[in-house]
Each structure stands twice: as C-alpha cells, then as structure tokens.
C-alpha cells in the first residue's frame, strides 16, 4: 500500500514532534505537507524533513490523504470543519475546539456527512500506563474514587484559568470517562490561595471534583505552576483495593543517602510512547478507512465537561447535560 500523504497544520510544539514522529517512527506514512501561520516555522520543519510548505490550510487539505491538526485550540474547529468539507481523515490536537458550540459544529457535521473521519489527540488513551491501569480494574472491584494529579512547571501560553480546564483537565476529564466506561453527572471546583509563581488573576492550584451517572467520585488537582517537572498520576480506589499507575519506565537512581528518580520537564518526556502510538494507530486505521482513539463525540464531551467546570469556578456545582449520542458514534 502507498503510504499515507500526511498534511501537518502547525509546526509549532506538538506539530513539529507529531511530523518528526511521523517522517521517521511511523510506518505506512510520509509528511508530504506543512502549514504554519508562522511562515518561518513551517520553512525550517519542511526544509528538515523534504515536504512541502502549503500556502494556506485549504491547499495543504486538498493536496493530503489525512491531515494532523496542531494548531492553537481556538484554530481546531474550523480547520476541522474544512477537513471533513474536503472528506479528509483529520488526527486533530486537543481540544476539539474550547467551547461547545464550536466542538457541537464538528460533530453536527461529521452525523451530517454520515462518516466518522476525526479522531482527537486524546493520547493517554494509548499510554502503556493508563492501559494497564484500565485493563486492572476488573481485579479491584467496583471503583469508588479515582485520584487524578497533573502538574506543569510552568503556565504555557499564559494559560488563563478557562485553560486549565479546557486545555489542560480536559485529558482527565476525558481518560476518567475512558477508564470508567462512564459519563460525568455533576462537578464543582475548588481553589486555595496562589502560589508565588501564579500569574496575577490565575487560580491554580485547583481541585476539580466530578461524580459520575454511575456514582463514582473521579478528583483532579490541576497544578500549571508545580515548579518541579511534568507529572501525572492516577490512582483508582475499589471496593476489593487499589490501583495506582508507575510514571513510566524513568531510572531510580542512588546517591547522597536519597533514591530518586528523575522528572520530565514536559509532556513529551512523559508521554512520548503514547504519541508514538497514537499516530501509528491513527495511519493504520486511516489505511482501512476507520478512525482510531477518541472520536470527535468523546471530544465535544470533554469540552461540555470542561466548560461545566468553567462555569463552576464562579456559580459552584453544575450538573453536566449529556446530549443523547448520535447513531454515527454508538
Ligand atoms: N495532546 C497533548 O498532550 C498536547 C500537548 C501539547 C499541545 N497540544 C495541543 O496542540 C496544539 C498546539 O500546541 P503547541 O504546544 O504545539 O503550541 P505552539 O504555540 O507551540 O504551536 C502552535 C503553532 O500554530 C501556529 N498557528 C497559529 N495560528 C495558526 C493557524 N490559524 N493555522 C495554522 N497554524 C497556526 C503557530 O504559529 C505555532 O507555530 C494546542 O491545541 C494544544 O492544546 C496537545
């Protein structure tokens, strides 16, 4: 079979190792095409890799088989929107879009089009870690509580507290809903006082507490100005005990009468098999005409969830409104 003729849209961050990834990791694909608003950025990636710089979205869509969308999260709709026009397969970063109408458009065209061609960036779906943990739930018994811990070094883009939710919590709220086979039924958030390094106006930290249809407390602290290093940490409590994901396969080290191991300092470190993963299943099942991982439905959840949870860092507890599930996702 041919490989896969992939259009990257934004070389930026996630773009640029997700076209990496694909150019030199990823079977059944090539990186024919790049777009950045910011041309130079697009010039460099295009130059290390020999594909092409696109003019503009609409050219690289029509000149891909598939298309990654990595832009900025208020980008990902309408490029999406163009994708599914063009009937392109679209692997589209988190968050599908941050606000529900925006997401709400993605899905309405997609049932409309009568094909599912968006799988979001929700990688922890891929993760080794979070696999194990999901495949050892049955031996716990019934889950009572999950504890969520996910912390950054540092606020990326200025992240504003509306992004710690949509942005940022958007990967527990949708990997709970993905461990639990379960949707959310209420949430409310919590915030102390800032720490020194917390922009003016920002909260964080911030615990968010949601309950699920099915009764199941699931508890997120989301820390952007942990200092220290990337991490992310579940623990699941059952009935019958506990399970608690390893931070991945990182060296124990002994010295100075401490053992320790090292931190990453971005989600890249942590995360990067899941990456890897994620776009191998994506072109795999792109070359059977399927989508893989989160659709673009677990997508307009998880920004539903998170504008809820928007919501209740000023009004207190939402109830979160499920819409009934298009066929096209069941
Ligand atoms: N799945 C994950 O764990 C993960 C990790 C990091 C980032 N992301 C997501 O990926 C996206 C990009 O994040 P990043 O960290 O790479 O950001 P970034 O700022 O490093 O890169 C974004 C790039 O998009 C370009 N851009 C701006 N407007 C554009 C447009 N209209 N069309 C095309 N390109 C445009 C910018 O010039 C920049 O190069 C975000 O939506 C973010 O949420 C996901």
Not at 210 to 238: D, K, S
Not at 281 to 309: F, K, P
Request: glycine share 8%; proline share 5%; aromatic share 6%.
């Amino acid at each position: 079979m041919d490989p896969l003729r992939i259009g990257v849209i934004g070389t930026g961050n996630i773009g640029t190792a997700h076209a990496r990834s694909l150019a030199r990791e990823i079977s059944g694909a090539e990186v024919a095409w790049v777009y950045d608003a910011d041309p130079a950025r697009s010039t460099q990636l295009a130059d290390e890799l020999g594909a092409n710089v696109a003019p503009n979205v609409e050219q690289l869509i029509a000149s891909s088989d598939a298309v990654v969308i990595a832009s900025p999260d208020d980008r990902h709709a309408e490029q999406a929107l163009l994708c599914l026009d063009a009937q392109r397969p679209v692997l589209c970063e988190k968050p599908l879009a941050p606000t529900v109408a925006d997401a709400q458009a993605v899905v309405d065209a997609e049932v409309d089009l009568g094909l599912r061609l968006i799988s979001v960036g929700f990688m922890r779906r891929f993760d080794p870690g979070y696999a194990a943990l999901k495949e050892s739930l049955p031996g716990i018994g019934h889950a009572l509580i999950v504890h969520n811990v996910h912390r950054n070094e540092a606020a990326p883009y200025g992240l504003a507290t509306s992004m710690t939710m949509t942005n940022m919590a958007i990967h527990e709220f949708d990997i709970n809903r993905w461990l639990l086979d379960d949707d959310y039924a209420t949430v409310q958030v919590v915030a102390g006082r800032p720490g020194p390094r917390t922009p003016e106006g920002q909260l964080d930290p911030v615990l968010v507490l949601l309950i699920t249809r099915g009764g199941v407390i699931v508890e997120i602290e989301a820390f952007i100005n942990a200092a220290y290093g990337y991490e992310v940490r579940c623990e699941v409590v059952g009935s019958d005990g506990t399970v608690e994901m390893g931070d991945g396969a990182f060296l124990t080290r002994r010295s100075g009468r401490a053992i320790g191991h090292d931190v990453p300092a971005l989600w890249l470190g942590r995360f990067a098999d899941a990456y890897r993963r994620q776009l191998q299943a994506w072109v795999d099942a792109t070359q059977r005409g399927r989508t893989s991982g989160a659709t673009a439905w677990d997508g307009l959840l998880a920004t539903i969830t998170a504008n809820a949870a928007v919501t209740a860092v000023t009004a207190g507890p939402q109830a979160i409104e499920t819409p009934e599930v298009p066929a096209l996702y069941r």
